[in-house]
DNA sequence: GCAAAAGTGTTAGGTATACACCCATGC
DNA sequence: GCATGGGTGTATACCTAACACTTTTGC
């Protein structure tokens, strides 16, 4: 493969790529410090690189995710590309950015030197164009989790209908009621009863779920 | 602006963009020919071009478009970026597409020399990944038609109910009920009455409608 | 037995669907 | 007056939303 005429190779591509967790009734977000003098001091800001001549992005994504914080065997999807000429301001870098999922385990046992899980509230003030990739991934989020099954991505193998519930809820910052939720969720079909319940709580151990496919579908009705 | 380290900048960025019209009972795409030897021989294409160092992503989409087109003042949406690696045969191309949609009457008093609407059915075996950029168009945009006011960009500033209808007929490849449609596109409330008519149909004329926003809104119901 | 979360049904109001005829206009 | 598409209402089935108490478990 060639490279393409030095006239049109002016800019850097990259990609970013915030990634999600669920644990509690807190959303984390991995982040690592950006130190960039003049522009970036001590700065926030996603997981991020250079895309290689030989990656796609999606590639490169799955290679910075574990070079720079040992993830992987996470769901990705591609978000948008954000092209603002000053989004970085040291150079023009075009930036692919992806989101990515992982279940509460991860983020829980998550630890590295480099990067760490922090509540997206915490979050503000980001390197780069960081905030706006932030908005337009928590947008992307909570519009997805009504018609599809990306919840899926942010929960255990196996899970509550409680839990799951509260991914909706803090989600989309609001209050469901039980009942209505769950004959909602187990008519949608999507989720099989594991046959296991939950053990070493203190209160009647709820029955796990977990979804038939375990890839994003997309539903008919609206959560 | 600097540019990017040279390490850094191997591949071109381009934008490519799939320009929709519905006329009558078909959707057209804007395309033109593509002579690349020895890969793409006479093949049709959607409009492109490179992204050049002072531009953002969708002023080149405008810039192309002009140019390339005679098109401006449309309507267009960020797509999706691809990036595989050999999409573009002949050297590294990594494009953000994008879609754009024009009224009925521009494409039928379009005449240009490079470019021409052509309709859907008639694409296919098209110029690098253009295939799979119209597929997921065609799936971005039966999406967006459900729970977005993008029908407005498909029809004139007025038209009929029985028009709109056919937007969603078209697209979706499905018949609807008159009465029923009609019903629950006024409950939107997103709608207002010009206080016009059809002229000169042979029929009982219409009442035109228009949008009250000029912007893409997201509706709560599905239609 | 108490604390904590799981689990479960019914009713009323609203929404979706199915369906057929009269109306206004141009020729 | 006829051909053409515009415009309208109702009844039924279904879905949604609101709402509170009993069950199971660990301690």
Chains 1, 2 share one sequence.
Do not use: W
Not at 1 to 13: N, V, Y
Not at 150 to 159: D, H, T, V, Y
């Amino acid at each position: 493969m060639k490279k393409a005429p030095e006239k049109f190779r002016f800019a850097a591509m990259a990609v970013d790529v915030p990634v999600f967790g669920l644990v509690g009734e807190k959303l984390y977000c991995l982040v690592s410090t950006v130190n960039r003098p003049p522009h970036y001091l001590n700065k926030f800001g996603f997981l991020g690189g250079m895309i290689k001549s030989s990656e796609t992005a999606e590639e490169a994504v799955c290679r910075v995710l574990f070079e720079k914080g040992n993830i992987k065997d996470l769901y990705l999807e591609q978000l948008y590309t954000f092209s603002a000429v000053e989004r970085d301001k040291r150079n023009r870098v075009v930036s692919v950015a992806y989101i990515g999922l992982v279940p509460p385990e991860k983020v829980l046992t998550y630890k590295q030197d480099e990067a760490s899980f922090k509540p997206i509230d915490e979050l503000s003030s980001l390197a780069y164009d960081h905030d706006e990739i932030l908005k337009v991934s928590l947008t992307r989020l909570r519009g997805k989790l009504s018609y599809t099954t990306i919840a899926q991505f942010l929960l255990p193998k196996s899970f509550t209908l409680t839990e799951l519930q509260t991914v909706y809820e803090i989600l989309k910052n609001t209050k469901l009621d039980k009942r209505n939720f769950r004959k909602k969720i187990l008519a949608l079909d999507i989720l099989k009863d594991t046959g296991k319940s939950q053990e070493g709580v203190q209160n009647r151990p709820a029955t796990l779920y977990s979804f038939k496919s375990k890839k994003l579908e997309e539903l008919n009705l609206v959560i």
